[in-house]
């Protein structure tokens, strides 16, 4: 087998080459790395996962080696030497102004539809623009949200398309793209790489200010609707809860939901991955609310914390006729300002299966502070 590298991604030669992600757990989406000068492939996590927009796993020989104080040799038994590999391409950013004519025509959003009636049209109009809502003009995603991905410098990276049935306010399987794929491609040269949806506004959010973070974007404007008083960004998917994604947080205090899943794996997941890289951050604290008042039910739909601050909005909510622009009553939430790090949610309502009426974080010699839902 000759190539001009020693180490290189299995080539595709039916699914058998393609394995399951030590990371996601997705089937057929990892390649992993063979040694070009004797056919073998390396250790099973080393290798890279091809869901580059959903998890971005990649482990590769250089770091395996490293890792584990080792090297390969030559043929003859000498010490090899890697080539040194090339700078990678720089990132693609959109323009602003595609940006601007993107979030033109917001009365034309399946999304805001559906959310305006529901929460109030104010409400979600201010949490539209903080959020930078864009909304596809045309084809078969006419319509559609755009979840605009810009990190904290102001570069706007990506753009993912996402389609919801405007009378549920639920997601159009299938009905998915990016704005780079709808408008030719990444150019030649250039590479997409992501950021948290709401990055942006972490350049004004103070930095022992908690920041939440949940798995979809719809859940990170529905809890901004709701509870202002924290920051909510989103991560896009259960696998993109990582580094790569979360060290534009370094230094803050960080309260993570992940959704709800049949077998409690998105949990398990994102408690694992906060243990290992939990250094970059103030405090991390990856919730296991839903996971104790979850039902079966619950678990099968994967409701996530949106659906239980709306649950438990419906449950209080004293206003006297529906589709009101009054704001969704939302229940009291208690934050600790402590600067320790959070350690769990210390009361929860047990009469009702909704949000806790009071959430508490029990920290050392916390201070309490009522978050109250902005009118």
């Known amino acids: 087998m000759n190539a001009p590298h020693r180490f290189i991604l ?19 989406e990892f390649a992993r790395y063979v040694d070009t000068t004797t056919g073998e492939l390396l250790p099973e996590h080393v290798g890279k996962c091809n869901r580059s927009d959903a998890c971005a796993y990649h482990y ?46 917001p009365e034309r ?10 929460i109030g049209a104010e409400r979600w109009n201010t949490v539209a623009r903080d959020y930078a809502l864009g909304t596809w003009p045309s084809g078969s995603l006419a319509g559609a949200a755009i979840y605009w991905q810009v990190d904290h410098l102001g570069n706007v990276k990506a753009g993912k398309v996402m389609q919801y049935d405007p009378s549920t306010g639920k997601r159009v399987h299938g009905a998915q793209s990016w704005v780079h794929a709808l408008t030719g491609g990444i150019p030649e040269g250039s590479r997409l790489e992501q950021c948290l949806y709401g990055e942006h506004l972490l350049k004004s959010w103070p930095m ?15 809890a901004a609707a709701l509870v202002p008083s924290i920051l909510w960004v989103a991560v896009g998917a259960v696998g993109a809860f990582t580094l790569a994604k979360l060290q534009a947080l370094t230094g803050r205090k960080v309260l993570a939901f992940p959704d709800l899943s049949r077998d409690g794996s ?46 438990s909005g419906d449950e209080i909510a004293t206003t006297e006729t529906p589709n009101t622009s009054a704001p969704v009553n939302v229940p009291a939430m208690i934050l600790s300002e402590a600067e ?31 978050l109250v839902p902005a009118k």
């Open 10 to 28: 299995e080539p595709y030669k039916g699914p058998s080459t393609r394995h399951t992600c030590p990371q996601c757990s997705k089937p057929r």
């Open 60 to 105: 590769p020989p250089r770091d395996y080696f490293r890792d584990n104080g080792t090297h390969p040799t030559e043929a003859d038994g000498s010490a090899w030497t890697p080539k040194p590999e090339p700078p990678p391409f720089p990132p693609h950013l959109h323009k602003r102004a595609e940006v601007a004519a993107l979030r033109a025509h």
């Open 109 to 118: 959003n399946n999304l805001a539809a559906y959310w305006r009636d529901r």
């Open 208 to 222: 022992d200010a908690p920041v939440a973070v949940v798995e979809s974007e719809k859940t990170a404007m529905i």
């Open 266 to 311: 998105a949990f398990t997941k994102w408690r694992e991955k906060a243990v290992e890289i939990g250094h970059l951050f103030d405090a991390v604290h990856v919730s296991d609310l839903l996971e104790h008042m979850a039902t079966d039910a619950d678990r099968e739909a994967g409701l996530d914390i949106g659906d239980y601050l709306l649950r």
């Open 340 to 370: 320790t790090v959070m350690q769990r949610w210390a009361e929860r309502n047990p009469a009702i299966n909704t949000l806790v009426d009071v959430l508490g974080l029990d920290l050392k010699s916390a201070k309490i502070t009522k």
